[in-house]
C-alpha cells in the first residue's frame, strides 16, 4: 500500500453516517449468514460428534437408518458371537440389541412433532459412555419407565422427569433425565428394550451396536457379515453410520443457507459499491492530486479497495458481535429420513467467526472493486481541468 | 545561463468539442533552462495552464516537439508518467489540492511515500521543507486549521520535497488575499534564488509575473514574448 491507510481511515471517518451504515448494512448480513452457519454447524456437529471409533451399527441390508430397519432376533446370537467382538468384565459380547419407534408429542410451543424412543439394555449403556445422567435415576427392566434427554425434556411436553407420557398401550413415567454432550442421541428417550418391544408388539431389533477388539476386528467383522447371505445385514462403522445421517437433517437447511447468504451478499455488496462510488466522485480532486503527485493507477485502485475492505471488515466484526449471542441456544429440525426431530445447539466457532469475516471482506472487496476501477481510470486532465 | 531542461518546438494542442476544433496552443517554441523562473501570463483561455499541464506530463500535445530532460513525454504511458512527475515535478495548484483528511506532514510526506527513503529519512525530509516554507510549526495542523497562505505554503512544502528538477505553479496566489500571495510568492522567488529552483509560474496578475525573471505572454495560444 503506497497511499496511507490513514488517508482511508480518516475519510471513512469524515464521512461517518455513510460508513456506518454501509458497515452496518454489511453487518446484519454477516449475522445472519453466521447464524446459517452457526444452525448448519450445529446440525453437522450433532451428528459428526456421534460414535465411537472401534463400534459398529449393524443393520438389514438397504435399511438406510435404524427407523426403517428391522432384525430378527434370532439373528442376534450370529452377530452376538462373531470373531473379534469386545467383551466385558464377565466375558459377555459387548453387543446391544436395540429397537427404535417414532412416537408422536406435543412440543412446549404447542406445535405437533415425532420423537425417537430407543429400547434397550444395559449393554447400551456401557457402549455409550458418554452418557451422564443429569437428574433422577435410569429406567429399571420390567416397567414402563422411561428416560428423556435434557434437550428433548426442554423441549417437548410430559418429558419433563416425573411426569407421565402415554404412548403406545401404556403410561410412561419419566425417571431420569440424561444428556450425551451433544450428540445425535440427545435427541432422543430411552426405556427398557423388553418393554418397548412389548407395548409395540414388535418382537424384532432395529439395530445392534457393538464394539470390536480393534480396528482390524472391526473391519474383519464387516466383511463377515457383508458375506454372509443367511442373515441379510450390513454393518457399518457408528461414527460413519451418524456422519451419514447429517444430510437427512442438514442438507436442505445448508442449501437454504447458502441461498440466503449469496441473496444478501449480492445486496451488501451493492450497499458497498455505492458508498464507495460516493466517495470516489466527491474526492475526484484528491484522486488527481494523488495521481499529479506520481502516484500511479495501481497505487489508486489498492487505495479504494482497501477502503471498502475496511468497511466490510468493520461490518464483519459488527455481524459477528451481533450473532455471538445465538451461540449454544437449542433448537430442532426434521430428519426426513427419520420423520423425527433432530436437537442441536447453534455452534459459533473461531472456525465460523473467521468464515463470516472474509465474507465480510468479499462484500467489501466485490462491492469495492468497480468504484475503486473508476477512480484508477479517472483520466487526470479531465479533473484538473473541472 | 543553466543546462536547458525544458525545450518545445512547435507545439499545438487542439481541443473537440462536437464537431467544433478549438485551437488552444499553437506553434509554441520555448526553452527552459537549469534555475529559470519563468513567468507565462496572459488572459482567462490563452491556453497558459494548458501549457503547463502539458510540460508536467498531465496532458498531452496534439503536435510539435517535447523534450523535458531529455526525455520524450510523447511516448512515455500514464504509470511512466506519474512516475517521471514523482521524481521531476512539482506540482502547486490554484485551489493548493491538499488533501483534508491528512496534516501538513501528511500531505507534504505524499510524494516521498514513492520513493525507498526510510520513515526516519522522509520524516527529516518533510521537517525541511515545512521549515523552508515557515510552517514547520505547523507540521500536526490539518488543513482546515490553516489559514489559505498557509495552505498553499503546504502544497508548495509538497510540490519540493523530493527536490524536483522543476516546479511547476498554477496561479497559486489565485485564491489568496493580497497579504497570503505576498507570502506564497516570496517563498517561491526563495526557492529560486537560495536554492536556484527552476520555476514555471502561470498567472494574470503582473504584480505575481514580476517576481520572474523571465516573462512569456500567451494570447489565444501564442507565445509572445516581451
Known amino acids: ?386 | 545561463m543553466g543546462e536547458k531542461l525544458i525545450e518545445i518546438r512547435g507545439l499545438s494542442k487542439v481541443f473537440r468539442r462536437d464537431s467544433v476544433e478549438i485551437r488552444v496552443l499553437a506553434g509554441i517554441d520555448l526553452d527552459v533552462h537549469a534555475g529559470d523562473f519563468i513567468s507565462l501570463m496572459g488572459p482567462s483561455g490563452s491556453g497558459k495552464t494548458t501549457l503547463l499541464n502539458i510540460i508536467a506530463g498531465i496532458d498531452r500535445p496534439s503536435g510539435g516537439e517535447l523534450r523535458v530532460l531529455d526525455a520524450d513525454l510523447l511516448s512515455m504511458s500514464e504509470d511512466e508518467l506519474a512516475a517521471w512527475r514523482n521524481r521531476h515535478v512539482g506540482f502547486v495548484f490554484q485551489h493548493f489540492n491538499l488533501i483534508p483528511v491528512l496534516t501538513a506532514f501528511g500531505n507534504v510526506e505524499l510524494p516521498l511515500l514513492l520513493t525507498p527513503l526510510s520513515r526516519r529519512e522522509r520524516r527529516e525530509h518533510v521537517m525541511t521543507a515545512l521549515e523552508l516554507v515557515g510552517l514547520g510549526a505547523r507540521a500536526d495542523h490539518y488543513p482546515r486549521q490553516l489559514s489559505g497562505g498557509e495552505e498553499q505554503r503546504v502544497a508548495i512544502a509538497r510540490a519540493i520535497v523530493t527536490d524536483p528538477t522543476f516546479v511547476l505553479a498554477d496561479e497559486p496566489t489565485g485564491d489568496l488575499d493580497a497579504a497570503s500571495a505576498e507570502e506564497v510568492l516570496q517563498v517561491l522567488a526563495g526557492l529560486n534564488k537560495e536554492f536556484r529552483k527552476t520555476i514555471i509560474l502561470v498567472t494574470h496578475d503582473p504584480h505575481a509575473a514580476s517576481y520572474a525573471s523571465v516573462l512569456h505572454h500567451l494570447e489565444k495560444g501564442v507565445l509572445v514574448r516581451r
Not at chain 1, 373 to 384: G, T, Y
Request: proline share 3%.
Open chain 1, 1 to 386: 500500500m503506497k497511499i496511507p491507510l490513514r488517508y482511508n481511515l480518516r475519510s471513512l471517518l469524515v464521512r461517518w453516517p455513510g460508513s456506518l451504515m454501509t458497515a452496518g448494512g454489511i453487518g446484519l448480513t454477516v449475522a445472519i449468514v453466521v447464524t446459517m452457519m452457526a444452525l448448519v454447524g450445529g446440525l453437522e456437529n450433532t451428528f459428526v460428534d456421534t460414535g465411537h471409533d472401534g463400534q459398529l451399527v449393524v443393520l438389514r441390508q438397504g435399511s438406510i437408518n435404524e427407523v426403517n430397519s428391522f432384525i430378527n432376533r434370532d439373528l442376534f446370537p450370529a452377530v452376538r458371537f462373531l470373531p473379534g467382538v469386545a467383551r466385558d468384565g464377565r466375558g459377555e459380547p459387548l453387543v446391544s440389541g436395540e429397537i427404535v419407534v417414532v412416537i408422536n408429542n406435543t412440543r412446549v410451543d404447542g406445535q405437533s412433532s415425532n420423537m425417537i424412543v430407543r429400547g434397550l439394555t444395559e449393554t447400551g449403556f456401557v457402549l455409550r459412555p458418554e452418557v451422564r445422567i443429569v437428574a433422577g435415576r435410569k429406567f429399571r427392566p420390567g416397567l414402563r419407565e422411561i428416560m428423556a434427554s435434557r434437550a428433548l425434556a426442554e423441549r417437548f411436553r410430559n418429558m419433563a422427569l416425573g411426569e407421565t407420557i402415554r404412548f403406545a398401550r401404556s403410561q410412561w413415567k419419566v425417571v431420569g433425565i440424561f444428556d450425551t454432550g451433544g450428540t445425535a442421541y440427545d435427541s432422543e428417550a430411552w426405556a427398557d428394550y423388553t418393554e418397548i418391544s412389548q407395548d409395540w408388539d414388535r418382537p424384532v431389533y432395529s439395530s445392534m451396536l457393538l464394539r470390536a477388539e480393534s480396528a482390524a476386528a472391526a473391519d474383519e467383522i464387516r466383511r463377515r457379515v457383508a458375506a454372509d447371505p443367511r442373515i441379510n445385514l450390513q454393518a457399518l462403522p457408528q461414527r460413519e453410520y451418524f456422519a451419514g445421517q447429517t444430510g437427512a437433517a442438514a442438507g436442505g437447511t445448508k442449501a437454504l443457507g447458502y441461498f440466503i447468504a449469496v441473496v444478501v451478499g449480492i445486496g451488501a455488496c451493492f450497499a458497498a459499491m455505492n458508498m464507495m462510488y460516493g466517495a470516489v466522485m466527491s474526492r475526484a480532486a484528491e484522486i488527481a492530486t494523488l495521481r499529479a503527485v506520481g502516484f500511479r493507477r495501481r497505487h489508486v485502485l489498492a487505495s479504494f479497495l482497501a477502503e471498502s475492505l475496511i468497511v466490510g471488515v468493520a461490518g464483519g466484526v459488527l455481524g459477528c458481535l451481533l450473532a455471538l449471542p445465538m451461540h449454544g441456544i437449542s433448537s430442532g429440525t426434521a430428519n426426513f429420513q427419520t420423520y423425527s426431530e433432530v436437537l442441536f445447539n447453534f455452534r459459533i466457532t473461531p472456525g465460523i467467526l473467521l468464515r463470516g469475516l472474509a465474507y465480510a471482506a468479499a462484500v467489501g472487496a466485490l462491492g469495492g472493486y468497480l468504484p475503486a476501477r473508476r477512480a484508477a481510470r479517472m483520466k487526470l486532465i479531465d479533473v484538473i481541468r473541472e
